[in-house]
């Protein structure tokens, strides 16, 4: 049996790719896009609850129940999400679940804030949705780039581009829509038109840019 001959490396193709290891996040930089995560995504929900609209996921649902029973959003929102923190410690370990509590922590804390500084004579209801939608979008995607989610939805569609390969963007978006088509028995048909438009808004943000293994980053 003869030995396979060992090429120089400037006989390997050209287009052979050189693998490099991104560096993780400094605890400075995890701790910043927590804050900035959750204060962008907090920011968009205040303009989805101005424009009384819904949007998918658990905070959508914690919206909905809200609009249903007037018992405050940010109570709420600890309270749909605490049966996830359980699946994110099974699941994704201590490390993760510590961080998804804060953050739906901070969350809770920022949605209780922001109304008390910020407020609107009128906000046009499309607008608010769109945008709000846009930016809470963004803040998960931040929250996700950093080891972290805004818990319920987030950890399953996590978990789905984990296991299958699913991009998290389109099982939230099949998640978020169960949720805004739930919203038919709270809100009026036009709204749920537009918040099923926003929400597909947001969750095209997140399977755009949050693709597997496109950001390795820890």
Known sequence: MTSSPVLPASALPASAPVT????????????????????TTSLGLFLLKSAGAVTGGTAGLSLLISYATALPFPVLLLVVNAPFFV????????????????????????????????????????????VGNLLAGVGMLILFRHGSSLGGFNV??????????????????????????????????WVVLVSAVGAAVLNVVLALNHRPGRYVAG
């Open 87 to 130: 699946l994110a410690f099974w699941k994704k370990g201590v490390a993760f679940t510590v961080r998804t509590i804060i953050t739906v922590g901070l969350l809770s804390v920022f949605s209780a804030i922001i109304p008390t500084l910020v407020s609107f004579e009128h906000i046009d209801a499309v607008f608010g949705i769109l």
């Open 20 to 39: 490099q290891a991104s560096p993780g996040h400094t605890i400075v930089e995890d701790v910043l896009a927590i804050l900035t995560g959750t204060i």
């Open 156 to 189: 399953l569609a996590l978990l789905m581009q984990e296991k299958f390969g699913w991009r998290a963007g389109y099982v939230q978006m099949a998640l978020d829509v169960t949720v805004v088509l739930a919203a038919f028995a709270v809100v009026s048909p």
